[in-house]
């Protein structure tokens, strides 16, 4: 059994800043890829960014040079830190998880991004 656990959503100001950790626990896998997805209200689930348990990133186009994904092995946590938020980026976040190509999934974390 895996779980997933997100946090840091919120209300943000357009241009600011936002860090979203997600801690991950049970049967994990030394060899996986963490990431971040997104689905907005009305639209379908998007990723934003992965990582691999070797360091490979991929990031959406929509956010590349302004969100970073990071990881913690030892503890099985993912970051997602956003930075010069746009409101087009308000959506609800998921964290994933994806061993041997089965995907685990966060109950999500809002975020809104509105002056």
Excluded: H
């Amino acid at each position: 059994q895996v779980q997933l656990v997100e946090s840091g959503g919120g209300l943000v100001q357009p241009g600011g800043p936002l860090r979203l950790p997600c801690a991950a626990s049970g049967s994990i896998c030394s060899r996986n890829i963490m990431g971040w997805y997104r689905q907005a209200p009305g639209k379908q689930r998007d990723l934003v960014a992965t990582l691999t348990s070797g360091g490979i990133t991929n990031y959406a186009d929509s956010v590349k040079g302004r969100f970073t994904i990071s990881r913690d092995n030892a503890k099985n946590t993912v970051y997602l830190q956003m930075n010069s938020l746009k409101p087009e980026d308000t959506a609800v976040y998921y964290c994933n998880v994806n061993m041997r190509g089965f995907p685990y999934w966060g109950q999500g974390t809002q975020v809104t991004v509105s002056s």
